[in-house]
Nanobody, 116 residues
Framework: QVQLVESGGGLVQPGGSLRLSCAAS????????MNWYRQAPGKERELVAG????????NYADSVKGRFTISRDNAKNTVYLQMNSLKPEDTAVYYC?????????WGQGTQVTVSS
């Protein structure tokens, strides 16, 4: 049974930091590209960051470049999103995604709220 379980969300003040984690099981994690998406109220889901199966290449949305860092630990079947200098516009539900060819897996999401 495939599972992606996100954790680490919460309420943080502007300028603060959070680290999201996504623990994967039920598939060969090291073969999959992993991504973080987010969806704010009333908006479409958007890609925040992605990382290749080996971790050798990453990509970011322009809105988070220089502030967010995606990483993975294939020994722990976990992908991370380090979020620094958070802004109110980063408020959203953050989703973990694993993708390989026609296989596309999603977590349930974790809420991140940036507010004073």
């Amino acid at each position: 049974q495939v599972q992606l379980v996100e954790s680490g969300g919460g309420l943080v003040q502007p300028g603060g930091s959070l680290r999201l984690s996504c623990a994967a099981s039920g598939f060969t994690f090291s073969n999959y590209g992993m991504n973080w998406y987010r969806q704010a109220p009333g908006k479409e889901r958007e890609l925040v960051a992605g990382i290749t199966s080996s971790g050798g290449s990453t990509n970011y949305a322009d809105s988070v470049k220089g502030r967010f860092t995606i990483s993975r630990d294939n020994a722990k079947n976990t992908v991370y999103l380090q979020m620094n200098s958070l802004k109110p516009e980063d408020t959203a539900v953050y989703y973990c995604n694993g993708r390989l060819l026609q296989y596309d897996y999603w977590g349930q999401g974790t809420q991140v709220t940036v507010s004073s």
